[in-house]
């Protein structure tokens, strides 16, 4: 399959590309600047431009021919300004450049309680927000979805071990296994047309992802 990853020179889209590589995808490595390029240089992946906030019609190019989006974007920083920008605006960017490109699949990379903000850490709030508007964007758009909401991010190992549900307690996930998580949806077709929670737990990502109701 040819997948574009978005984001693919942050923290978990990184990851996201090596799975996919590694599982013999066709990898697109978006980057927000040509500048960046050099970050994948020694990864498995084709770069292409793709600023979410950029020409929207750059952007359809960027995905053309790309079966599957993976959008592992984020604001670079926490103003609400900047959040809106790039997990709001740009992601329905991402979202309907998706849909006139031709692409049938389209995983976000979310956040816990973003499909309810006021239940969520005060301080992240506007990021809630701004993704609890692009995911629904994406529910009612024209594409196969599926949004994945991981508790907070750490940089430890890959544990291969989550916990997914449609709504959980508070947790905590390693980046590369959220990589897991968004690379194993394609494996698996209960995740199709649907948001779940992610947290770290004591199951293989495999498996945990066909216990989805
Ligand atoms: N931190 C947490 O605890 C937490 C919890 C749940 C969910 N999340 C979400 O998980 C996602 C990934 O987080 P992360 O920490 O892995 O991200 P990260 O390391 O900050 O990487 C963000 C990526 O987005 C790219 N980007 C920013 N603006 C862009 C634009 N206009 N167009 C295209 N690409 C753009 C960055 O490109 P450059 O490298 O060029 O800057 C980078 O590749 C984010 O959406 C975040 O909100 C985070």
Redesign the pocket.
């Known amino acids: 399959m040819q997948v574009t990853v978005?984001?693919?020179?942050?923290?978990?889209?990184i990851h996201v590309v090596r799975l996919l590589a590694a599982r013999g995808h066709q990898v697109r490595a978006?980057?927000?600047?040509r500048r960046?390029a050099d970050?994948l240089r020694d990864e498995p992946a084709r770069p292409v431009v793709?600023?979410?906030?950029?020409d929207r019609d750059d952007l359809v190019e960027a995905l053309k021919d790309s079966d599957v989006v993976i959008n592992?974007?984020?604001?670079?920083d926490p103003e609400p300004e900047s959040v809106n920008?790039?997990?709001r605006d740009?992601a329905i960017a991402a979202i309907r450049a998706a849909e006139v490109a031709g692409v049938s699949r389209f995983i976000q990379?979310?956040?816990?309680f973003a499909d309810s903000p006021d239940q969520g850490d005060r301080l992240?709030r506007s990021?809630l927000l701004a993704?609890q508007v692009s995911d629904s964007v994406l529910q009612k758009s024209a594409l196969t979805w599926t949004i994945v909401?991981?508790?907070?991010?750490?940089d430890g190992p890959a544990t291969g071990r989550v916990k997914v549900a449609g709504h959980l307690e508070p947790g905590r996930i390693t980046?590369r296994d959220?990589a897991a998580v968004l690379v194993g949806v394609l494996g698996e077709p209960l995740t199709e047309n649907r948001g779940f929670d992610v947290v770290s737990g004591d199951f293989p990502v495999a498996p945990a992802l066909a216990t989805l109701e």
Do not use: E
């Not at 793709?50 to 950029?54: K, L």
């Not at 909401?149 to 750490?154: A, D, E, H, N, V």
């Open positions: 978005l984001g693919a020179t942050g923290r978990t889209g978006g980057l927000r600047s960046r970050v793709a600023d979410v906030t950029a592992t974007i984020g604001a670079p920008l790039v997990d740009g990379l979310s956040a816990q992240v990021i993704k909401r991981p508790g907070t991010l750490t980046r959220v």
